[in-house]
């Protein structure tokens, strides 16, 4: 039972962060709570899913190919319209849109933000009532006016002004930093609000859990095949054998290795050189919230967060958790390039 009285919101949350910088006018402020509210918008609709015709498919494809679910087009509406709406974003990049969508109204141009996201991630798990979510990254435009453009989108995440998720699962959690350390919200449904439920998160030194599909092992690089073995070793001091889990919802996994301390893997492959997961909208907001939890995030060589990208939906080798094993498994990687 939460206590009224010992409860932090998300918004009081937000504007007690707000003062500890000088200049916020509020802005940011608004975005963020902007976006909470389509959370909420977004998590009734996928809690009653299986009631509502809202399950299935809508017939058409993403710009990655990709089925599109009806959940993916009504969360991406909601989001648009709320960041629309708001006044404080000009421009967003979706992974359910081929290109950026600029908001040149006189009221949003004015918006000092841009937001990447991918509105639902991991809808394949949809129908199987597995746990989805909701990547955001936020920036501040590089352009002086009008509507947003590309440019002010395509930014390393060392540039991100905030990032977090929402993971629609057993509760609804909104978990984001600005820079200052995570914190995660929990959804009290029965009042609509989200409630302080993890200050501070952090990763703890190091995990006994891998996630990965190894149902791509064949195509894997030599070092990631090695690091699954090194895994599965049996060593107590350094707790192996690890536990393997995967879900195969980004935002899924990556919480709970979060929590409990595990990798996460999508390697690039044969088949795909460069991986699965977009560097806009999923590796970099991913990146920025495991550095701000003490983890660390990569391609395999390079921090995530320096990579500047160079289209909205490139894609990226993707390897995060505690800094420890980032590192285990790079090492593995350096020794097992293919010149
Ligand atoms: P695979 C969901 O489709 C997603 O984009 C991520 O949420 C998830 O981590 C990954 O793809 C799963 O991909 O190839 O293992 O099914």
Redesign the pocket.
Same mark, same amino acid.
């Given at each position: 039972m939460i206590h009224r009285n010992k409860i932090t919101t998300l918004t009081e949350f937000i504007i007690q962060r707000q003062s500890e910088y000088p200049h916020a006018k509020g802005a940011l402020t608004r975005l963020l709570n902007d976006i909470a509210t389509a959370a909420k918008i977004v998590n009734r609709e996928i809690n009653a899913a299986g009631l509502v015709d809202i399950l299935g498919t809508v017939g058409k494809r993403n710009i990655q190919g990709e089925t599109q679910k009806k959940l993916d087009v009504y969360a991406n509406e909601m989001f648009i319209t709320a960041l629309k709406g708001g006044g404080e974003c000009c421009a967003i990049a979706s992974e359910e849109n081929e290109k950026v969508i600029s908001f040149s109204n006189e009221f949003s141009e004015k918006g000092k933000y841009v937001v990447a996201m991918d509105p639902l &991630?991991?809808s394949?798990n949809i129908e199987a009532n597995v746990s989805i979510g909701t990547i955001f990254s936020i920036y501040k435009r590089v352009t002086e006016v009008g509507g947003g453009t590309q440019s002010d989108l395509l930014q390393p995440g060392i540039h991100l002004t905030a990032a977090g998720y929402v993971i629609y699962g057993s509760s609804t959690m909104l978990v984001y930093s600005t820079g200052k350390g995570v914190n995660g919200f929990t959804l009290d449904p029965s009042v609509g609000i989200f409630c302080l439920s993890h200050p501070d998160m952090r990763f703890p030194e190091t995990g006994k859990i891998y996630s990965i599909?190894e149902g791509n092992y064949i195509y894997f690089p030599e070092g990631v095949k090695k690091y699954i073995k090194y895994c599965q070793e049996n060593d107590a001091p350094t707790h192996r054998p690890y536990t393997s889990r995967y879900i195969?919802?980004?935002?899924a &996994?990556f919480h709970r290795n979060l929590i409990k301390g595990g990798i996460f893997l999508?390697p690039g492959t044969t088949k795909q050189p460069n991986g699965?997961?977009r560097l806009l909208y999923?590796c970099s907001p991913i990146a920025y919230l495991a550095e701000q939890a003490g983890g660390k995030a990569s391609n395999g060589i390079n921090r995530i967060l320096e990579i500047e990208p160079k289209t909205l939906h490139e894609r990226s080798p993707f390897f995060v958790g505690p800094r420890s094993m980032v590192e285990t498994v790079e090492t593995f990687m350096r020794q097992n390039h293919k010149k």
């Open positions: &991630d991991g394949s599909n195969g919802s980004l935002v &996994d999508y699965k997961l999923e």
